[in-house]
């Protein structure tokens, strides 16, 4: 299985972007997807996930009523829609993935696929 992350960018505060996530070399309704981010010099941190159907979603609460994940299994695609962004969020965004659903929030252990990032760059 392959995760493939795109849409990052430059936006400027209180913009929006939509991260997608592209599975590849398998089902991704058998997957739970999530998005984690890494700032400079900060570890990485879980920020949104969502279950193998949609049925359940779980959000850090710095993006609460903010970012919106949401998937379409029949593209093997999952989306992180980011709204009313701030220079905080300006990070490597990575996709992965969660083959047990093991459960929120997604921790770094529980990961079993990992996408490469894409980078958010929110400017002031």
């Known amino acids: 299985v392959q995760l493939q992350a795109s849409g990052g960018g430059l936006v400027q505060a209180g913009g929006s972007l939509t991260l997608s996530c592209v599975v590849s070399g398998g089902f991704s309704e058998d997957l739970a997807v999530g998005w984690f981010r890494q700032a400079p010099g900060m570890e990485r941190e879980f920020v949104v996930g969502?279950?193998?159907?949609?049925?359940?979603?779980s959000y850090a609460d710095f993006v609460q009523g903010r970012f919106t994940i949401s998937r379409e299994n029949a593209k093997n695609a999952v989306y992180l829609h980011m709204n009313s962004l701030k220079p905080d969020d300006t990070a490597v965004y990575y996709c992965?993935?969660?083959?047990?659903?093991?459960?929120?929030?997604?921790?770094?252990?529980?990961?079993?696929?990992w996408g490469k990032g894409t980078l958010v760059t929110v400017s002031s």
């Open positions: 969502i279950s193998r159907y949609g049925g359940s979603s």
């Open positions: 992965a993935a969660d083959k047990l659903a093991r459960g929120w929030p997604m921790n770094l252990g529980g990961i079993d696929y």
